[in-house]
């Protein structure tokens, strides 16, 4: 099934950072239930991340009679599309935006053919790009100033 920002992921939960040939990285996932470090391993991060991001209500598991966190095999694919996005220079914020979009496949570019795409993911990125854009700058002008006080210009 497709949507105007995303694809629905495999039935396996398959999405993560690209492999050579544009397979999906990552384990099949396919118990009923499961516990913080095993969402964690399968999404390649840490219990600490979930909690944070569970925190910045990115994430909402259910929790067991005794306490512990039980995430949904789908909670894998959100976390893997979290810290894809994150991985891209979006902050915590700008994710946010996405929330909605989570639980479906991050596309590999945000607009498509003829420049059709989801006009969230697009301003978002772009207005991200810019401010990476003004930091890149920014230290290529310090970068500058260190050079010419070594006499290295250009180096």
């Known amino acids: 099934m497709t949507v105007a920002c995303g694809r629905r992921s495999d039935a396996g939960g ?4 690209l492999e ?3 397979r999906r990285a990552g384990p ?3 118990m009923a239930s499961m516990r913080i470090s095993d969402v964690a391993r399968a999404a390649g991060t840490t219990p ?5 991001y569970e925190k910045e209500g990115l994430l909402s598991p259910s ?5 512990y966190r039980e995430y949904d095999p789908g909670a894998v694919l959100r976390v893997r599309n979290i810290r894809e996005l994150l991985a891209l220079g979006f902050t915590i914020e700008d994710v946010r935006a996405f929330a909605d979009l989570l639980d479906l496949r991050v596309p590999d570019r945000f607009a ?16 991200r790009l810019a401010v ?3 930091r890149v700058a920014a230290v290529t002008r310090v970068r500058d100033l260190l050079a010419e006080r070594l006499a290295e210009p250009g180096r």
């Open 63 to 67: 929790r067991t009679s005794a306490g």
């Open 14 to 17: 398959h999405a993560g950072p």
């Open 132 to 134: 990476l854009d003004e």
């Open 28 to 30: 099949r996932v396919t």
């Open 48 to 52: 600490r991340a979930l909690r944070w």
């Open 112 to 127: 498509g053919p003829g420049g059709t795409g989801c006009a969230v993911a697009l301003e978002t990125a772009r207005r």
């Open 20 to 22: 050579a040939g544009g």
